[in-house]
């Protein structure tokens, strides 16, 4: 765990280490922004590196980048949430700034296989749920986006947001 972890954040550390987590949220985040079509290797543009990008939900997992707001967010004022929530199990996953830093979850390491099915359930439903509109503000976001039709959030086209 690391020293602002402990001195400003506002969430209660999970209880165990997790550096096995890493890559595979790495992934996960990388096909989120893709999706939302942005460059995945860009620099600072997934969920995982601490862009301050829109959270994703799904009804397999939610993912968010690190919360700067200590306490003063609607919502957030007994804690932040995780910045990884596997639904399927109610694993939970915290870190610091960006994955990888100050890394912990609520279950101990559950094995290669185990995660890595894990993982994979998480990407085939970014792909798979597509339908967010409900819930997105939706904006082009990328100017090949806009040239597409396409929302750069949730991936719908124009002509389906605008019924």
């Known amino acids: 765990m690391e020293l602002g972890q402990l001195l400003i954040s506002n969430t209660a550390p999970e209880k165990y280490e997790a550096d096995w ?3 595979g949220l790495h992934m996960i985040a990388q096909c989120i922004a893709e999706l939302r079509g942005k460059d995945p290797l860009g620099g600072w543009t997934t969920l995982t590196s601490n862009s301050g990008d829109d959270e994703y939900e799904n009804d397999i997992f939610y993912m968010s980048s690190f919360c700067w707001c ?4 609607e919502g957030h004022e007994n804690g932040c949430p ?25 279950r101990e390491y ?54």
Do not use: Q
Not at 70 to 73: L, S, V
Not at 125 to 153: L, Q, W
């Open 21 to 23: 987590a890493t890559d």
């Open 70 to 73: 200590e306490g003063g967010r």
């Open 82 to 106: 995780p910045n990884f929530i596997y639904k399927v199990n109610g694993m939970c996953i915290s870190w610091y700034k960006h994955a990888g830093r100050g890394i912990r979850a609520s």
């Open 110 to 163: 559950p094995g290669a296989r185990l995660w890595a099915n894990a993982v994979m359930r998480c990407i085939s439903s970014v792909t798979a749920y597509s339908d967010n509109s409900k819930t997105c503000g939706h904006m082009f976001v990328t100017p090949e986006n806009k040239a597409k039709g396409i929302c750069g959030r949730c991936g719908i086209s124009f002509d389906k947001w605008h019924g």
